[in-house]
């Protein structure tokens, strides 16, 4: 079958840009982690034979180091995936279901919100016309440019800030809902809210644009137009519009899913929402240490190489789910594709 021959594919894929992603992250954390010393050496007071042997010298040094950092990148890489394993068991297990579980509910309200808006919003323009169609290609080109984080501060100035709408933190949120009664549903729906608005309205009209732009092509194809000819009632005509470009839109979904986790994961720093986008942020931070005086004055880098990883791998498996979810409903939806293959 088709599928399976996709899913083993898309493992197969994913698992080589693991190991590629690992190895590019274990260079960058041992070049984090260098100290680079300079040679007392002064260079100009060096006979000819000395500067040969010198270079002799750093010749050999370097060689060494170099074979040195493929051991040690190779070290590394072993331990991203051991890392990996351990986060998965024991008592993290819940702790890192909870970081996965609140960035899967954040891009699948998401992604169920633009679905439903975006193919209404891009079905109706796109076949009917009129004030919605002018209205949508007035701001396609003005919201393809504007990022989800600019909505995110936006709504935390008017629906926050102006009229008490959802809650800037998620984290305090819920403390409040736990020490007034307990947190329900509710408490987390209302966390969530102003992330899941600011990231569905900085996407949707990009996603009802695409839309409207594949049924007006659609529309114009002899099929659709004998059916106008007959007298088919608009509604039955939208629907077998709808079945025709859906697959395609499908394909549009799955390839701009990346996009939309790489935005969701942006809003979840901004919202202070402990889920995988906040994790990767704090992997790379420049910290102070405290000098002689104890006073937090010399700068460190801190590069957690182990939780890059880890956002990698979850973004990996996110990516896999959503890209065999919409294969099986691509075959659904026009099995044609199984049988030309």
Partial sequence: MRIVRDLLFNLVLISLALLLTATVVAIAEEKADRVTLNTPVDLKTLSPEEMAQYEKYVNEITELKQRMDIESIKTRVRAYFRYLIKEFRGKKLWKTLKTIGLSFAVLTMTTLLIFAFGLYWGLKAGYKGGFWDRVLSALAPLFSGIPAWFWALLFVWTLWWKWDIGDISYTNSLMRAKAYGGAGIMAYLNALLLPVIALTLSNVVVYAFNVRNLVKREAFEEYFFIDGLKGLPDRRIMRKLLRTVLPSFLTFTSYNFLNLMMSAMA?????????????????????????????PKIPHLHFDGFSIFFVAFVMAAFYFLNSTVLEALYLYLDPRREIND
Avoid: T
């Fill in 267 to 295: 809003v979840e720093k901004l919202f202070e929402v402990p889920g995988i986008g906040k994790v990767l942020a704090d992997s790379v931070e420049v910290i102070y240490l405290p000098n002689e005086f104890g006073e």
